[in-house]
């Protein structure tokens, strides 16, 4: 059993930004689920977001594009263009990531959140 201060049922108490990301979730399936022709590039914009270093952390792609999956699964949205769509944002998020990386260089271990745990770039880079 999880301890009560990380049990799912007590997470509107523990962040209150849970509410916030979860209703951002909701919007964007209800938005593709309204209007399918943008499924593709709502799914292309979330998986690009998702794949950008540091965007990642705040964006709640992974839950929309569960959400947005689990309509292809019922039959409600076509596979092939969504993904498609999702391949190619989050081949183009990796690439820019990569990108800003090779043009910032070592200082890049400067800039939050790497300057706040200086062990995960040596880390990386042994993995």
């Known amino acids: ?31 593709v689920r309204a209007h399918e022709a943008w499924a593709a590039p709502v799914v292309f914009a979330l998986a690009f977001g998702e794949s950008l270093a540091f965007i990642s952390l705040q964006l709640p792609a992974w839950a929309a594009l569960v959400g947005i999956g689990m309509m292809i699964g019922t039959g409600g949205l076509n596979f092939w263009p969504i993904w498609v769509a999702g391949a190619l944002g989050a081949a183009l998020g990796d690439w820019l990531s990569f990108w800003v990386g090779v043009k910032l260089g070592p200082p890049v271990a400067h800039i939050w959140p790497l300057s706040r745990y200086p062990d995960l770039l040596p880390r990386g880079e042994r993995s």
């Open 1 to 31: 059993m999880l301890a009560p201060s990380i049990h799912p049922r007590n997470r509107d108490v523990e962040d209150p930004g849970f509410n916030a990301r979860r209703a951002v979730v909701q919007t964007v399936v209800e938005f």
